[in-house]
Each structure stands twice: as structure tokens, then as C-alpha cells.
Nanobody, 125 residues
Framework: QVQLVESGGGLVQAGGSLRLSCVAS????????MGWFRQAPRKEREIVAA????????FYADSVKGRFTISRDNAKNTVYLRMNTLKPEDTAVYYC??????????????????WGQGTQVTVSS
């Protein structure tokens, strides 16, 4: 069983930056692939970024490519999402997710086994 706790969300002006953190409880964090998703009001949950268990493979949605960076520190059981040049359309609840596996990364919500409670990111224009 893995429990995920996100933090770092908040209110920021357009063009600003935030860093989200997701701390995982339990052992063997290093064998879990991780992902960041977001869900805006009246929209489906969508993949933002994903990272393999080793950190060697990453994926970014086109909408955030070049602005967001996903990384992980297996010694701290933590995955990060650095968000730069934020836009109002980035406003959403951001969720981290975990899936046990030695594969590359995973993009679909159904591929993940564990989810955090979410953290709100609001970008004002």
C-alpha cells in the first residue's frame, strides 16, 4: 500500500512559478513509476507529466512542454513538478499518482494504482 501526499499548490500570477511535491509513504518507492495529472472544473483528468521508476524516462503533455519539469528523489520518496511560466489555463487540481512497475512511464489514469488527494493551483491573469 502506498499513500501519496501532495503539497506546494497555491495562487500565483501568470508568468510565475510553483513547485509541487508528492511524498510517498511505504517502502519500495523506487520501483514505482509516477505521474502528475490535473483536473480543471468540468474537464476530465489529464496527464501533465510522467516519470519512470529510474527517472531516466520522462513524458510531458504538449501544453506544458518546455515550462514544466518532473523529477524524483528516491532517497526522499518524493516526486516533484516544477512549473514555470504559469498560465491561467494551468489552473486545476493537481494529483500525483503511482504505479508499481519497471517499465517506462504511464499516461492513462487507469494505469495507476494509487492517487494523492490533490493540490489546487490557481493562476490569475
Amino acid at each position: 500500500q502506498v499513500q501519496l501526499v501532495e503539497s506546494g499548490g497555491g495562487l500565483v500570477q501568470a508568468g510565475g512559478s510553483l513547485r509541487l511535491s508528492c511524498v510517498a509513504s511505504g517502502r519500495a518507492f523506487a520501483v514505482y513509476a509516477m505521474g502528475w495529472f490535473r483536473q480543471a472544473p468540468r474537464k476530465e483528468r489529464e496527464i501533465v507529466a510522467a516519470i519512470s521508476w529510474s527517472g531516466n524516462s520522462t513524458f510531458y503533455a504538449d501544453s506544458v512542454k518546455g515550462r514544466f519539469t518532473i523529477s524524483r528523489d528516491n532517497a526522499k520518496n518524493t516526486v516533484y513538478l516544477r512549473m514555470n511560466t504559469l498560465k491561467p489555463e494551468d489552473t486545476a487540481v493537481y494529483y500525483c499518482a503511482a504505479r508499481r512497475g519497471y517499465g517506462s512511464y504511464y499516461l492513462a489514469t487507469y494505469e495507476y494504482d494509487y492517487w494523492g488527494q490533490g493540490t489546487q493551483v490557481t493562476v490569475s491573469s
